[in-house]
Structures are given as C-alpha cells and as structure tokens.
T-cell receptor
Framework: KQEVTQIPAALSVPEGENLVLNCSFT??????LQWFRQDPGKGLTSLLL?????REQTSGRLNASLDKSSGRSTLYIAASQPGDSATYLC???????????FGAGTTVTVRA | DAGITQSPRHKVTETGTPVTLRCHQT?????MYWYRQDPGHGLRLIHY???????DKGEVSDGYSVSRSKTEDFLLTLESATSSQTSVYFC???????????FGDGTRLSIL
C-alpha cells in the first residue's frame, strides 16, 4: 500500500523567502505525482503534475522536482508572498489502479 | 475552473439517519470520485465511478454507497450515519483515469 508523507506539517516564513516543501512516497512505481493547493474551506487546486518519466515541472514561481528512485518530490516556491499561505498537498497515482494517494499536507504561512 | 457543484455545503445530522451528498458536474467528464478529508489523514478515496452505472470501491468504502445514473451526477449515501463519518467530503472529476483531477469545494458533514 502506497504511503505518502509530507514533512513538516506546518511552516511559517517571512515574505520574500523561498519555500521548500517535501513529499516522500514508499512505492517508487508511480504513474505521476501531483501537487495541489488548498485554501481554508475550499477544494483542491492542481498546481503541477509531473509524469513519472519527468524530473521536474515548472509554472511561474513554482518548480517541482521528482526523484522516483528515492521516492521523493520537492515543491519550490520562489519569493514567497502572503497570498501563498495555504495548505499544499502532494498525491501520487498508482500505475495499477490509477488511484490517487495523498499526503496529509504542509500548511504554509507567509508573514508580511 | 471545472464546473463541479457539491450539495449541501454544510450538514448537521444525528447518528443513525440516512444522508445523501450530491456532486454535479458540467464538464461531461467520465470519471468521478468521492473523498473524505480528516486531520492527519489527508484525502482518502471512498468510491469512484468510471461511467454511468459503473462504480468501484476505494480505500475507505465501508458504510458508504454510491450511485451514478447520469454522467453529470454522482451521489454518495451514508445509509445509517455514525459519528466516525463526521468529515469534509470532496468530489473530484477527471476526463481520463490518469489525468489531473479537479475538485469541488467540499461538504462539511457533522454527525452528532
């Protein structure tokens, strides 16, 4: 059974600092990995999707890397802003049943 | 944003009563999913559907049933609600089974 872990559970940084969020998974046989953002009381918004054959994916200030062999992904957010405050979740899709397995998330607070 | 509407958005009910949550989509997507989100657990898949009248169980399906009689609607039913089913429930959709999933805003369900 795939286990996805996100550490730390919470993070507080001053505005302008770069954010580094970690995600690890136990089974390296994944189809792809997805990073989501969740605002309080809202659903999940997909930020980046990395196929298993890719090493990284970029969108604006966001960059996500994937190291399948070590079971790790990292989400980098450059020059953080207060609007980046949210919970960030990673999820992996199994190639066998195509189901998403989620981590519990990292809650980020960016202080103005 | 993907057209996903969940109803109701909030519900408080008593143990032993039946509860039905509705997910409605306007994207004509084939795949629909029900998740629950609990502190420390991330999102866990309850049931999913890969077409009209085609459904399958997820990770935490006990105590839940689903139905999909039309492409646009996916219903989640708690036949006899228990306090352990107090949670936030999210519906998600995707056009293909390995493509990014898009989420609704959730239903907060409290069972007293």
């Amino acid at each position: 059974k795939q286990e996805v872990t996100q550490i730390p559970a919470a993070l507080s940084v001053p505005e302008g600092e770069n954010l580094v969020l970690n995600c690890s998974f136990t089974d390296s046989a994944i189809y792809n990995l997805q990073w989501f953002r969740q605002d309080p009381g809202k659903g999940l918004t997909s930020l980046l999707l990395i196929q298993s054959s890719q090493r990284e994916q970029t969108s604006g200030r966001l960059n996500a890397s994937l190291d399948k062999s070590s079971g790790r992904s990292t989400l980098y957010i450059a020059a953080s802003q207060p609007g980046d405050s949210a919970t960030y979740l990673c999820a992996v899709i199994s190639p066998n049943d195509y189901k998403l397995s989620f981590g519990a998330g990292t809650t980020v607070t960016v202080r103005a | 944003d993907a057209g996903i509407t969940q109803s109701p958005r909030h519900k408080v009910t008593e143990t032993g009563t039946p509860v039905t949550l509705r997910c409605h989509q306007t994207e004509n997507h084939r795949y629909m999913y029900w998740y629950r989100q609990d502190p420390g657990h991330g999102l866990r898949l309850i049931h999913y559907s890969y077409g009209v009248k085609d459904t399958d169980k997820g990770e935490v399906s006990d105590g839940y049933s689903v139905s999909r009689s039309k492409t646009e609607d996916f219903l989640l039913t708690l036949e006899s609600a228990t306090s352990s089913q107090t949670s936030v429930y999210f519906c998600a959709i995707s056009g293909r089974d390995r493509q990014p999933q898009h989420f609704g805003d959730g239903t907060r369900l409290s069972i007293l």
